[in-house]
């Protein structure tokens, strides 16, 4: 198989639920960049079975600081970010190296199709879309970001068709625990910001985020795990603004 010429990069740590099948699908690129903050399970031991993999250590910087780590290491023009509970589609592979060899762009927006209690989100779904692909010189990341950190780059972005596969959410435990990680950062970071809790906004984000999840994303077309999936986004939405109440509260008594 023709190596594509382009670097992948992941950060990680305690993820060999989900390393093999991520590695599999990008066997075919130059080089694999695996930034791990310290995993104490079997996800190295896993990656070294890999000969495009480059293993690197870094302890935890934070999520937007250590992609930015991984991405600085890659050799390519091209770079292609993905996370350890991610896989890439065969369509979405094909038109990565369309878009290297024809050049007419500066990245790709890809389409990120999560699987959820063992099935994937409905084709009429509204997904995630992401710049994941790109030239490295065009790409930066905002390294204030806590949580949800995205990279921005300088140029013509073209939308692929192809998806990006997302296992991250294998259970509602996990999904639960998501939640809470995140909803936590992202609090902090809009104290940070100086942005305020708002007590009408707190009483009614979980029915707008759920509405906006169920219906206009068309989560109801995934079942019954879309209407979990949409339950979890709405109580995450009130997550953040409770917490940023509670960061409230929590420093005026200190002064």
Same mark, same amino acid.
């Given at each position: 198989?023709?190596?594509?010429?382009a670097s992948?990069?992941?950060?990680?740590?305690n993820?060999?639920?989900?390393i093999?099948?991520?590695?599999?699908?990008?066997?075919?690129?130059?080089?694999v960049i695996?930034?791990?903050?310290?995993s104490?399970?079997?996800?190295?031991?896993?990656?070294?079975?890999f000969?495009n993999?480059h293993?690197f250590?870094?302890?935890?910087l934070?999520?937007?600081?250590?992609?930015?780590e991984?991405?600085?290491k890659?050799k390519?023009?091209?770079?292609?970010?993905?996370?350890?509970?991610?896989?890439?589609?065969?369509?979405?592979?094909?038109?990565?190296?369309v878009?290297i060899?024809q050049?007419?762009?500066?990245?790709?927006?890809?389409?990120?199709?999560e699987v959820?209690l063992g099935q994937?989100?409905?084709?009429?779904?509204?997904?995630a879309?992401?710049? &994941?692909f790109f030239k490295?010189a065009?790409g930066?990341y %905002?390294?204030? @970001?806590?949580?949800?950190? *995205?990279? /921005?780059?300088?140029g013509?972005?073209?939308h692929?068709?192809g998806v990006?596969?997302h296992?991250?959410?294998?259970?509602?435990e996990?999904?639960?625990?998501?939640n809470n990680?995140?909803?936590?950062?992202?609090?902090?970071?809009?104290?940070?910001q100086k942005?305020r809790a708002?007590?009408?906004?707190?009483?009614?984000?979980f029915?707008?985020a759920?509405? &906006?999840a169920?219906?206009f994303?068309?989560?109801?077309? %995934?079942?019954? @795990?879309?209407?979990?999936h *949409?339950? /979890?986004?709405?109580?995450?939405a009130?997550l953040?603004e409770a917490?940023?109440?509670?960061?409230?509260?929590?420093?005026?008594s200190?002064?």
């Amino acid at each position: 198989m023709t190596s594509i010429n382009a670097s992948v990069y992941v950060i990680c740590c305690n993820e060999e639920q989900h390393i093999g099948r991520l590695l599999e699908s990008v066997k075919g690129f130059d080089e694999v960049i695996l930034v791990d903050s310290g995993s104490k399970d079997g996800t190295l031991d896993i990656a070294k079975k890999f000969s495009n993999v480059h293993i690197f250590h870094q302890p935890w910087l934070g999520y937007a600081k250590q992609k930015a780590e991984a991405l600085n290491k890659c050799k390519n023009n091209w770079v292609l970010n993905l996370d350890a509970d991610e896989v890439l589609s065969d369509e979405l592979k094909t038109e990565i190296k369309v878009a290297i060899d024809q050049d007419n762009c500066d990245g790709l927006s890809c389409r990120l199709s999560e699987v959820f209690l063992g099935q994937s989100s409905h084709q009429f779904s509204k997904h995630a879309d992401k710049i &994941r692909f790109f030239k490295k010189a065009k790409g930066h990341y %905002n390294l204030s @970001a806590l949580v949800h950190e *995205s990279i /921005s780059v300088d140029g013509k972005i073209r939308h692929a068709d192809g998806v990006i596969y997302h296992y991250g959410l294998s259970s509602i435990e996990t999904m639960i625990r998501k939640n809470n990680e995140y909803s936590t950062l992202a609090a902090k970071m809009k104290f940070l910001q100086k942005k305020r809790a708002n007590t009408f906004k707190m009483i009614f984000i979980f029915f707008w985020a759920f509405w &906006r999840a169920y219906f206009f994303k068309r989560f109801f077309l %995934n079942g019954i @795990a879309g209407f979990i999936h *949409s339950m /979890s986004i709405g109580f995450y939405a009130f997550l953040k603004e409770a917490k940023l109440y509670e960061l409230e509260i929590t420093q005026n008594s200190k002064e």
